[in-house]
């Protein structure tokens, strides 16, 4: 099992830009979630979703969009990158809700310049 | 406001020497509570998980103790190894609110021989 697979490991975008970062897990978890990782924070909570179809929004969501079409992929948009979204983004899931064992990707190291 | 505290902020210690991190936390209602170590370019991977009835609970060299009247928590480490060497994440979870899981910043342990 390769678990959470994101991608890209590593991306630049200018200010403006569009992109998506993909999130494919292989555990048939039913809850997935995206969060962010800034220099000495805390990780914050960007969308969860519960199921295919289900999608909610965490504690930071502004400038993003998730879609959930399938219980394996959960993608993270940005439309618009702005310098604020410069940050480390790590996808996760689990079998059950926010609380239990999450299992996480590698992470997407993200600048926008 | 529900927040997660972690100190030391960082931490240098020789090989085979043991450490103690601590956790400190507001967030209620109180579900459960878990460590995660995070090594340097990957996701973090849970350690261990503690509910509120229990005081203390071991992986290996890895033991997390919780005291729930006081909320605090500790991850205590011995006989350290290198691969020791990355940063721990302490994570509550609360059964309510758009912040179900609040995340500390991190102590970021260095084993050195």
């Known amino acids: 099992n390769a678990g959470v697979t994101q991608t890209p490991k590593f991306r630049i975008l200018k200010i403006g830009q569009s992109m998506t970062l993909q999130c494919a897990q292989d555990?048939?978890?039913?809850?997935m979630y995206w969060y962010r990782q800034d220099p000495g924070m805390g990780l914050k909570l960007i969308y969860y979703s519960v199921g295919a179809g289900i999608t909610d929004k965490g504690e930071v969501p502004n400038g993003y969009n998730v879609s959930r079409s399938t219980t394996e992929d959960f993608p993270l948009r940005l439309e618009l990158a702005a310098p604020s979204q410069t940050s480390v983004y790590f996808c996760?899931?689990?079998?059950?809700?926010?609380?239990?064992?999450?299992?996480f990707g590698q992470g997407t190291r993200l600048t926008v310049v | 406001k529900n927040q997660v505290e972690q100190s030391p902020q960082s931490l240098i210690i020789l090989e085979g020497k043991n450490c103690t991190l601590q956790?400190?936390?507001?967030?209620?209602?109180?579900?459960?509570l878990r460590w995660y170590k995070q090594d340097t370019g990957r996701g973090p991977v849970s350690l261990t998980i503690?509910?509120?009835?229990?005081n203390t609970k071991s992986n290996g060299r890895y033991t997390a103790t919780l005291d729930a009247d006081t909320k605090q928590s500790s991850l205590h480490i011995t006989a350290s190894q290198l691969s020791d060497s990355a940063s721990y994440i302490c994570v509550v979870s609360s059964n309510s609110g758009n912040t179900p899981l609040v995340f500390g910043k991190g102590t970021r342990l260095s084993v050195i021989a």
């Open positions: 503690m509910t509120f009835s229990e």
């Open positions: 956790c400190n936390y507001t967030v209620s209602p109180f579900s459960n």
């Open positions: 555990m048939n978890h039913n809850y």
């Open positions: 996760a899931s689990s079998r059950r809700g926010l609380g239990t064992e999450a299992f």
